[in-house]
């Protein structure tokens, strides 16, 4: 029901970051997180680069000319990346769940247990299961936008679904996480997804419009019983 085919070949020639909504901002696919797409959230209170993109002269410059980075939000281990060049180049701060925050062993870490509130428009929030420590990052300005790593992907229809792979750490965990996201919000708090993967299956989208509604519709006993996909 969940199977997903192969996800359209990411493209790594060096691109400038394409608008996703408003002050918001994504980079081409990454090849040092196996095509991850990485975003940045341009704000006064101070920008949030989320997983990490290529370290490349056009996307430093991009960064260098909205103001830098206050933190660098890693939503699972596979979206490392080069992040300690990224905290060495820009002076960030990097957020991580602390049970993967062993993985940087030689840089200067935040992190945090089930939930990390930044300010009144960010909140993160553990969301175990694709990895031990993954995570999503909630910005509550306008209609509310969940950045979910690869906890929830698009699938060749565009919509977002967990995605059981051999690697998946824990998939009953993945599951009741997607519930309490589901519980968490609502409507009029929950509008978009931006995926960290599989963002080929958007068309030139990075964003997924009526968020919540998917989050709702789950058959989640469906879910538990899908098999390992590779």
């Not at 070949?9 to 994504?26: M, T």
């Not at 059981?164 to 824990?170: D, I, P, V, W």
């Amino acid at each position: 029901m969940f199977a997903l085919n192969a996800e359209p070949e990411p493209s790594f020639v060096n691109k400038q970051p394409r608008v996703v909504l408003n002050q918001i901002f994504a980079f081409p696919p990454n090849r040092d997180t196996l095509g991850g797409t990485s975003y940045f959230i341009v704000r006064n209170e101070g920008n949030i680069l989320i997983d990490c993109p290529a370290i490349n002269e056009i996307n430093q410059e991009f960064i260098n000319l909205n103001g830098g980075i206050s933190w660098i939000f890693l939503t699972h281990r596979g979206a490392i990346g080069k992040t300690g060049e990224i905290q060495q180049r820009f002076g960030c701060k990097i957020l991580i769940q602390e049970q993967e925050a062993y993985l940087l062993p030689e840089l200067n870490v935040t992190t945090f247990f089930q939930e990390f509130t930044l300010d009144s428009q960010i909140q993160i929030i553990w969301t175990p299961g694709h990895s031990p420590g993954s995570s999503c990052l909630y910005y509550g300005n306008g209609d509310g936008v969940l950045f979910t790593g690869r906890h929830l992907l698009p699938n060749t229809q565009g919509e977002p679904v967990p995605l059981r792979t051999a690697k998946t750490f824990h998939w009953r965990r993945q599951i009741d996480s997607i519930k309490l996201l589901a519980n968490r919000f609502d409507l009029d708090t929950l509008r978009y997804i931006c995926p960290g993967g599989n963002t080929g299956f958007l068309r030139g989208e990075y964003a997924i419009d009526s968020a919540y509604k998917y989050l709702k519709q789950f058959n989640y006993d469906a879910l538990l019983s899908t098999s390992v996909m590779m």
